[in-house]
């Protein structure tokens, strides 16, 4: 483990790296996806779909070499084991915690990819962005995306079909994906009242990054929380819950 992080209350500061579908939105991965490695032999045509499965494998490949402490590891995995049991159905979802700057993101709709860093945070901001990270799993957030995109480019990707939609794709994804915010959000703050906590753990996990703006990936943090104070405590309900109050 790293001197730096959990005990470090600056590494709070650290800026959230948007990453979960950064590097999906039209440009980065539309420009290296198949670009990438020209003195290779030509790849296979592939989807859409597969490219961004691909891209997620490579991530995950790259986070698998990390060495982070045990016992951070096992606190984090016993806050997701919490969660887990406030559901009526155990999702298909597998945690792995990883070094680094405080971070969280869910690759491939279902591999919870968290830094050790979450350890430091009390347990209702932890808990907070734990489920709202398996809200974007169970509700199937990836899939979503990867239909977008399949519709936009249905057959083989070619830079000249993804550079003639990459703007509407830009915006269309961008869109989507601050809609799953919110309703990420929601989840988590369901999952965060039927474990006893209230709006100040959310509002504090919300802050572990302050003071961000609107990105292409996430709305602005004043947005999320206005949001949720719109819930309120009492609006939710949901089925997926064991105990829905
Ligand atoms: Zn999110």
């Known amino acids: 483990m790293r001197p730096s992080a ?3 209350r600056p590494a709070r500061r650290t800026r959230l790296r948007a990453v979960w579908w950064q590097a999906l939105l039209a440009g980065a991965l539309l420009s290296t996806g198949w670009n990438a490695g020209a003195a290779d032999p030509a790849p296979a045509p ?3 779909r597969q490219v961004l499965d691909r891209s997620a494998r490579t991530r995950l490949d790259g986070y698998a070499q990390h060495q982070v402490d045990p016992a951070h590891s096992a606190l984090i995995r016993a806050d997701l084991e919490r969660i887990f049991n406030q559901l009526a159905h155990r999702p298909d979802i597998e945690l792995l915690v990883v070094d680094g700057p405080f971070h969280a993101e869910t690759l491939a709709g279902r591999m919870l990819v ?4 979450l350890a ?11 489920a709202h990270e398996v809200g ?6 990836w899939g979503e995306l990867g239909d977008l995109y399949t519709r936009l480019i249905p057959g083989e990707v070619r830079p000249e079909v993804t550079d003639a939609v990459a703007p509407q794709l830009g915006r269309e994804a ?3 994906v601050h809609g799953h915010e919110y309703a990420a959000d929601a989840y988590a703050w369901q999952i965060l009242r039927s474990l006893g906590y209230g709006m ?11 003071g961000m703006g609107d ?3 996430h709305p602005a943090t004043r947005k999320r929380y206005a949001r949720l104070r719109m819930l309120g405590e009492n609006d939710l309900r949901s089925a997926a819950l064991k105990n829905p109050d």
């Open 174 to 176: 961008s869109n989507l």
């Open 120 to 130: 430091a945070l009390p347990e209702g901001e932890r808990l907070f962005i734990l």
């Open 46 to 48: 592939e989807t859409i």
């Open 6 to 8: 959990p005990t470090d």
């Open 215 to 217: 990105t292409p990936t």
């Open 200 to 210: 100040d753990s959310v509002m504090a996990a919300l802050q572990v990054v302050p």
């Open 114 to 117: 968290v830094s050790a860093s």
């Open 136 to 141: 974007h799993a169970v509700m199937g957030h």
